[in-house]
């Protein structure tokens, strides 16, 4: 019965999360204190207090959701909660579950992805790129409306994050035109999402290529627990194998639906989000809604609780 964590990137972060574990355990907030010695300010303050304006700029959530992620791991770990036998991560999720695989020094890792979220603000100028979120449409008809929407310009579908929900990215006309395309195909919703960063499109190869030289000076070591990363759904174990597959997936699609269904397909029955929030677990549970797979959220002391109590009825090691 393999159990598999994944992590969240952004878009699950929030002024005040982790505030009710973090009253119970003392383990975030040493999390936090830690994250903030590879950075010039105060993350828990920032967290907690706002204002959320800052919280919300790439660079300062992609450490947050970071220390976020570790955090829940490591209250997990100190409940003598089981390790899983894959990790998977969305986006930024990929550098936590690399820090929880004791890949990437956690410090390291604060720094590593605040410099990520600056190259990839940079990378566009605020106001020219966008991303959309298509409910309701097939993966081949987004596709076609990002094409015919495109007329020089650049629009891709960057996310698919289950069936029927891709988020697409590009230049703000480009993503427009490619909503309006989708609605006459019949999308259920086509919405603009309240981002300026085009992730994972053609637009970030310049943010990659100066992660690529970042990333060469990092120590990455071969990871206590491998993880499947979403750029090509396989499992890289050598440091420069997943430096590879750190610098593509910033240019390239998130492939969830696939990487999920991948981690059944070997296996895995349980999957569990590590970090603030269910946003990776309703994902998952549109991804595969055969009843023996289950999904768990741990995000505060009542769920990870649950959770653990799930793992020792079902004969998990602990």
Not at 56 to 82: D, F, I, S
Not at 114 to 137: F, S
Not at 201 to 207: Q, T, V
Request: proline share 4%; net charge neutral.
């Amino acid at each position: 019965m393999a159990m598999a964590f994944v992590f969240p990137g952004q878009g699950s972060q929030s002024v005040g999360m982790l505030s009710e574990l973090a009253a119970d355990e003392p383990l975030v907030r040493e999390t936090f204190d830690e994250a903030s010695t590879g950075l010039d300010y105060d993350l828990w303050d920032l967290v907690s207090n706002g204002p959320e304006e800052r919280l919300m700029k790439t660079e300062c959530t992609q450490p947050a959701m970071l220390a976020a992620g570790v955090a829940v791991w490591r209250v997990w770990r100190a409940k003598n909660g089981p390790a899983p036998s894959v990790m998977s991560g969305h986006s930024l999720g990929e550098y936590t579950a690399l820090v929880c695989a004791k890949a990437l020094d956690f410090v390291t890792a604060v720094s590593l992805v605040a410099y990520r979220g600056r190259m990839m603000q940079e990378a566009v100028p605020v106001g020219q790129g966008a991303m959309a979120a298509i409910i309701g449409l097939d993966d081949k008809l987004v596709e076609r409306s990002c094409a015919e929407a495109a007329q020089g310009d650049v629009v891709e579908a960057v996310n698919y994050n289950a069936p029927g929900q891709v988020v697409i990215a590009g230049t703000v006309d480009a993503v427009e035109r490619a909503v309006e395309a989708a609605k006459g195909r019949g999308a259920r919703r086509a919405v603009m999402l309240p981002v300026t960063v085009p992730a994972h499109s053609s637009l970030m190869r310049g943010a990659a290529e100066k992660m690529r030289v970042r990333l060469e000076e990092t120590e990455i070591r071969t990871p206590l627990i491998q993880e499947m990363y979403t750029v090509d759904v396989r499992k890289h174990g050598s440091p420069d194998d997943i430096r590879r597959a750190l610098v593509k997936q910033l240019y390239s699609p998130v492939r969830w639906t696939d990487t999920v269904r991948a981690m059944v397909s070997q296996g895995v029955i349980r999957i569990v989000e590590c970090g603030p929030g269910k946003i990776l677990t309703g994902l998952n549970r549109r991804v595969e809604r055969r009843k023996q797979i289950h999904v768990f959220a741990i995000h505060d002391s009542d769920s990870i609780r649950a959770t653990l109590e799930d793992c020792r009825e079902n004969a998990y090691a602990t």
